[in-house]
């Protein structure tokens, strides 16, 4: 079975890297120390504080493996090597959806860095799935749960990091 790979930027790859480290080196010791507290307390059968640090270490150790496993199977997209005006990983793109004035504004990650609320949107979604490859001007159907629609690529450019 072929791994699946996770698309992504430099600068994403480092932040899941700084990530891992700070769960690793901070977290995860923080946690193994609040478990030998709470044993200290006794009886571990109505001991809530050494139950409320073990299912943070299991979360925590989730974590951990995930962040792992896509730094392992990490795949660099290099935006240098793509079109300037064409859309890809790495690259800020402005859309305006055919009939209106409405603008928006999307930067393309990789699954990984996806952050909706800071307008990073993964490879992975349908707006970036129907985006990626195409270049400024080109018109686009965007199939979304709520239906389809189409937008006009306004502009491509490099993310700032």
Same mark, same amino acid.
């Given at each position: 079975?072929?791994?699946k790979t ?45 139950? #409320?640090?073990?299912?943070?270490? #299991? ?21 240098? #090597? ?5 859309? #890809? ?31 990073k949107i ?40």
């Open positions: 079975m072929t791994e996770y698309p992504m930027t430099l600068t994403e790859k480092a932040q899941l890297e700084k990530e891992l480290e700070e769960l690793k080196l901070v977290r995860r010791p923080e946690i193994v120390e609040r478990i030998k507290i709470a044993r200290s307390y006794g009886d571990l059968s109505e001991n809530s504080e050494y139950d #409320a640090a073990k299912d943070e270490q #299991a979360f925590v150790e989730g974590q951990i493996s995930t962040l792992e496993t896509k730094l392992r199977f990490s795949e660099i997209i290099d935006s240098d #090597a793509i079109a300037k005006n064409e859309v #890809a990983i790495g690259r800020t793109v402005v859309i305006k959806e055919v009939g209106t004035n409405d603008e928006d504004k999307y930067v393309i990650v990789g699954s990984a860095g996806a952050d909706l609320f800071a307008g993964s490879n992975e979604s349908p707006i970036a799935r129907a985006l990626i490859g195409k270049k400024v001007g080109d018109v686009v159907t965007i199939v979304s749960p709520a239906g389809k629609y189409n937008v006009e690529i306004i502009s491509v450019e490099k993310t700032k990091e």
